[in-house]
């Protein structure tokens, strides 16, 4: 029985947590490092470095997708992304330049001032300008 359970979770939330781990990633206070430790809780740790990698595949894939599109919104056959000029390394190096340097210490966040992670981005789209389109629609 708990294995049918597990199986009906991992069907219909296994899409939610990657938009959602996607979401946590596009945090500059957190990038991967909160993702990484979350899955350390959930799962065995042999299983982590492969949960981590495949968000990061998800967010390549997403860079790739908005990166080919000229508006965030506009609907895209997986033909045409096939297709799409930009190249797997391209988005890699692009997605890599934002997470490294990784986050600050969680201890020198103030947080007694509210951080705005839409400003943020705003202020980031001439350095990221496809990171920030997909932010804005997370």
Do not use: C
Not at 22 to 41: G, T
Not at 85 to 90: A, R, T
């Amino acid at each position: 029985m708990a294995s049918i359970m597990l199986e009906k979770f991992e069907k219909y939330w296994g899409d939610y947590s990657t938009l959602l781990a996607i979401a946590v990633v596009l945090d500059p206070r957190y990038k991967m490092v909160l993702v990484r430790s979350a899955f350390l809780k959930l799962y065995v740790p042999i299983e982590v470095e492969a949960r981590v990698k495949e968000i990061y595949d998800a967010l390549v894939e997403t860079y790739k997708f908005y990166d080919t599109n000229p508006t965030s919104s506009s609907a895209q056959s997986s033909h045409d992304l096939e297709s799409s000029s930009v190249s797997i390394g391209d988005a890699q190096s692009n997605v890599d330049a934002y997470l490294n340097p990784p986050p600050p210490p969680l201890m020198a966040h103030n947080f007694e001032t509210p951080f705005d992670i839409l400003e943020y981005w705003k202020s980031q789209s001439v350095s990221f300008p496809v990171m920030s389109r997909i932010a804005n629609d997370v």
